[in-house]
T-cell receptor, first 114, second 116 residues
Framework: AQKVTQAQTEISVVEKEDVTLDCVYE???????LFWYKQPPSGELVFLIR??????QNEISGRYSWNFQKSTSSFNFTITASQVVDSAVYFC???????????FGAGTRLTVKP | NAGVTQTPKFQVLKTGQSMTLQCAQD?????MSWYRQDPGMGLRLIHY???????DQGEVPNGYNVSRSTTEDFPLRLLSAAPSQTSVYFCASRRDLTTGLTDTQYFGPGTRLTVL
């Protein structure tokens, strides 16, 4: 069965620090899809990135970067030079098949202090 | 495109009352689902549908019913509300993930439900 673990419940950093949010997943499928979502204090879910299991390329988008490692079943998210606006709950999610349901980790609450 | 819409945004019920949470999407997505979000537990899947007339249970289906008569709408019914159903409910929709390599699941704004 698919499972996503975000071991870090809460992280607090000072502005401009770099921070990495961990995500470890479990699946028996060879094809699967990984996602990161951001939930700011306003409550909506904002899509950040999708990674397919057959594409292990890491990705950088501005201050955000993602490290996908199949060997360790991890899909970690790094924010460089964090800002107060990055304060939110971040969710990692896994879908085992194109039509499969999406399972979420418990989320990591990131607080960036000025 | 309005995306995924949910009504109401807030609702307070008394134990035993019934109600329907509405969800609609205008993106012609086949797949729709309902999640509940509770503190420290992430989002848990309640029910999902892969097309009109087809529904199935997720992780936490007890106490909830769904139906899918059209591609656009996917209402969630609470038959007899209980305090344990106090939560934030999100509706979501998406296409088959093989359709587009960057496609994702889109969420509605959520409904905050309190059962007294």
């Amino acid at each position: 069965a698919q499972k996503v673990t975000q071991a870090q419940t809460e992280i607090s950093v000072v502005e401009k620090e770099d921070v990495t949010l961990d995500c470890v997943y479990e699946t028996r499928d060879t094809t699967y899809y990984l996602f990161w979502y951001k939930q700011p204090p306003s409550g909506e879910l904002v899509f950040l990135i999708r990674r397919n299991s057959f594409d292990e390329q890491n990705e950088i988008s501005g201050r955000y970067s993602w490290n996908f490692q199949k060997s360790t079943s991890s899909f970690n998210f790094t924010i460089t030079a964090s800002q107060v606006v990055d304060s939110a709950v971040y969710f990692c999610a896994l879908s085992e098949a194109p039509w499969g349901d999406m399972r979420f980790g418990a989320g990591t609450r990131l607080t960036v202090k000025p | 495109n309005a995306g995924v819409t949910q009504t109401p945004k807030f609702q307070v019920l008394k134990t035993g009352q019934s109600m329907t949470l509405q969800c609609a999407q205008d993106m012609n997505h086949e797949y729709m689902s309902w999640y509940r979000q509770d503190p420290g537990m992430g989002l848990r899947l309640i029910h999902y549908s892969v097309g009109a007339g087809i529904t199935d249970q997720g992780e936490v289906p007890n106490g909830y019913n769904v139906s899918r008569s059209t591609t656009e709408d996917f209402p969630l019914r609470l038959l007899s509300a209980a305090p344990s159903q106090t939560s934030v409910y999100f509706c979501a929709s998406r296409r088959d993930l093989t359709t587009g390599l960057t496609d994702t699941q889109y969420f509605g704004p959520g409904t905050r439900l309190t059962v007294l």
